[in-house]
C-alpha cells in the first residue's frame, strides 16, 4: 500500500501542494523560535571590551537562592578583591573596569552622549593608540570613530558634563578598539574614572590576565576561592560578555518567554492548520477511499495508504524547513534586539533541538490528521462510504465532541482566571485562551457552520436568487467541505482581532494608570546623565513653584519570611523555599509628593517618608502580613538588604501598584546615583512658560539641565509602550500571517477539487458568468460564517481581559481595527476564491470529461 500511495500523488497535486506549504512554513516557524528558545537558555553574550581578558569577575545579578529573579541595577564589587586575585597561581594581573554616563556640552557636537572608563581597562579590549600618548591629568583619550563622526582633534579641548557638574579636557590621544564595541566611549585616568562613578573603591567589573598557556579551569576555580562568598560571579568564555551588560542575564530569561509564546502559538496555529489541510484534502478523496473499500481493500491497507502519503510529503517539507527555520530565529533575535526588548549583545545559539522539535511538531501533527481522516474513511462500510463521500456530511463523532468540550472548558477557566488577573498580566492568559476557544469551535465547525448556513439562507435567496439558493444548497449538502473552508478564516479573523485589541487595550489601562497618577505641570531632566539630589530644595525654591519632587523609578523585592523549622521528627523533610515578592519602587520628596502625584495615604501618613522607611501599596501590605509601624525586610535594586519602616500604604491600580520610598534612600542604589528627573507642580495662575524660563536658568549651575511639560513625559511613558507594542504586532505578523497562508491554501483546495461538479454545471447550460456569481455568493458565505466566529472567538477573549485591564467589558480600540480585519478576510476570500474558480472555468465542457476528482 506504500508504493500505492506514492504512485497516487501525482493525481492529487493541489491537496498535496496545499499539506507541503501548512507543514513547511509551521515547522520553519517551530525550528526559529525553537532557536530562539534555546538562545535564550544559553544567553551567550561574547565580550567586546572585556575580550583580552581570560576571566571576569562582576556583581551577580540574581536576587540571593534564586535564578528567575533579577536586580536590575549592576552590583559592583570592591576593587579591593583585585589584590587578592594577583595573589593567585597563574594570574598575571587584574584590572578593575569602571564606567560612567557624560555629555559633551562644547568641543564637539553639544549633547552627545559618551560612556567613560578608566584609562588601565583599555586593556581589556584591548584599545590601542592610534594617534597621540595617555592620558594624564585634566586629559582624556577618545573612540577615533567618535572623534571622526564629531571632528574632534587630539590637542583639542572637550568640555564634558559628568556627574552635574562642568569640566574642560584636554584630548591625548585617539583609540581604536573592537569593532562592535561603544563607539561613544572616552577614557579618563584612573583617579579621575573613579570620582566620576560617584563610588570610590567599587567597579563594574575586574578583568583577569592569566599567564600564556595556563589552564583556565584551575585558575578560575582558584579565583572563586579567592573571592569567597558574596554577591560576586566569576565569567569565562562568553559569559564574560555579562559583566559588559548584566541586562544579558535578566532579558535572556525574557527571551525565553518570547520563544515560549511566539513557538506556543505558532506551533498551536501549526497544529490547527496543519490538520485543517490534511483533513480537507483527505475529504475530497472519500470517493477514491470508498471505492477501495468496495473492491477488497482492508481498513488497515487504506490506513497505511494514507499515512505513506502524508509522511511522505510530511518528511519533505519538514526537511526543506531546517534550512530557513534558524534564519527566522536570527531574523527574529535581531528584530527583537533592534527594538531595544532584549541586548544586542546576545547572540544566536541553536543546536539539533530546535529542529528536532519543529520537525516533530510539523510530523505528528500530520501524521495525527492523517490518522483521524484514516480512521474516519474506513470504520464505515463500503456501500455507507460510497454514499457519504457523495455528500460529505459526516462530521459528529463523540471524540470530537469530547475533545471540543475540553477545549472550550479551557477557554472557560482560562477566561475566568484572566478577568480575575492583575492588569499588565492577563495578556498571558488571554493569548492561550484565544487558542482554546479557536481549537473549540474548530472541532464543533460543521455544526457551527450548519447553523449559520441556515440562518444566512433566507436572506442570502432574497438578495441573490438563484445563485444564493445554489450556494447555500452547495453548503447544506457539504458541511464538511464547506466547513474545511470556514475555519481559516475565523483562525486568521479571530486571532488578528484578539491579539490586536489586546495590545491596545494593555496600552490604553498603561496610559491611564500613568495619567491618573501624574500632577505635576513641567519636568526637569538632565542630558548628562542625571541631577543631584540637592537640586530638588532649589527647583521648590524658585518664584511660581508650588512643589517639587524627585522621581526615580527602579525595582525591589520584598524579602520573604524565613522557613519555619521543621517539627521534631519532620528534619528529613525540606522546607518549601519561599520566594520574594518583586515590587516596583519609587523614590520620591515627601514634600512635593501629593501635589505632584496622585498619591494618597490609605492609612498612614506620607509625609514621614524620611530615613529608612516605606510606603507599600495596601495589596502588597496585606499580602506580606505587614502592618503600620513594622520593620519591611526589602532588597533595593542593587541588591542592598535593608529594614524599612512602614509609615503607610497606598492604593494604586491593580496590577500598576507601586511602593514609595524616599529619594534620597533610594538614589544611591541606582546605576547612576543620579535623579533622572524632577518634578514640578505651578503655583495657581502661575505662567508655566515663564516658570520653565525660571527653571531652564538653573543650567549655569547645573549643565545639560533641561525643562518640558508633563507631555514630555507622556512621550517617554509612549515610547517604553512601543517596544511592548512592537512586539506583540511582530508576533501578529509572524501568526496571522501564516494563517492567512492557510485561508489562501485552503480556499484554493476547496474550490480546484470541484472540477468536475461545475463541469456537470456547464453541461447543463449554465454559463461562466453565473457559475462565478454561485461562488461569489459562496465565498460570501464563507466569509460571513469565519467572520463571525472569529469575532466570538475575539469576544470571549477580549472580554475577560478588558474587564481585568479597563475594568469594563468593552476593550479599547479603534473600531476601524475591527473594519480593517473584517474587510482583509472578505476580501481575501473572494480574490482567492474566484480567482480559483476562474482558473478551473478556462476549458471548454468537453474538454473537462476527462478530469479526476
Known sequence: MFRLALKTLRFHKGGFIATFIALFFGAAIVVGCGGLFETGLHRAAPPERLAAAQVVVTGDQRYPGTRRDMFPERIRVDTALAARIEAVPGVTRAVPDVSFPAAVLAGGRPGAQLTGHGWSSAAL??????????????EIAVDARFAREHGVRVGQDLRLAVRGEAAAHRVSALVSGPGGGEAATVFLPDTE????????????????????GTPLGPVERAVKEAVGDGPVQVLTGDERGWAENPDVIAEGSKLVT???????????????????TVGLSLNQRQRESALLRAIGATPAQLRRMVLGETLFIAVFATALACFPGPAIGRWLLDAFAGAGVVPETIAFRAGLVPMAVGVATALLTALGAAFLGARAATRTRPTEALAEATLQQRWFSTPRLVFALLFLGGGTALALVTANMAGPSAGSTATPAAMLWTAGFGLLGPGLAKAITAVLRGPLRALTGLAGSLASLNAKARTSRFAGAVMPVMLASGLAISLIYLQTTQSSGAERAFEENLRADLVVTSASGGLPLELVDTVARQPGVEAASAQVSTLGYIDPPAPARPAPG???????EPEPTEVPLQGVTPAGLESTTAFRAAEGDLTRLTGDTVALPTAFAEASGHTLGDKVPMRLGDGTAVELTLVATVDGRRGYETALLPAALLVPHTDTGLLPQILVKAEPGADRAELAGTLSALAAGHPGLRVADRAALAVVQAEADDTQTWMSYL?????VGYATIALVNTQVISVTERRREFMLQRLIGSTRRQVLQMMTVEALLVAVAGIVLGVLVAALTLVPLSISVLGSPVPDGSPWILAGVVGAALALTLATTLLSARLVLRGKPGEMAGVRE
Open 193 to 212: 574614572a573613579a570620582e566620576a562613578t560617584g563610588r570610590p573603591g567599587l567597579a563594574d567589573s575586574l578583568g583577569v590576565f592569566t599567564e600564556p
Open 125 to 138: 579590549a584591548p584599545y590601542r593608540i592610534d594617534e597621540g600618548r595617555a592620558p594624564a591629568a585634566g
Open 570 to 576: 519532620d528534619e528529613g523533610d525540606e522546607p518549601d
Open 731 to 735: 508576533l501578529l505578523g509572524m501568526v
Open 258 to 276: 518570547l520563544a515560549s509564546v511566539f513557538g506556543g502559538l505558532s506551533a498551536a496555529v501549526t497544529v490547527f492548520v496543519v490538520s485543517s
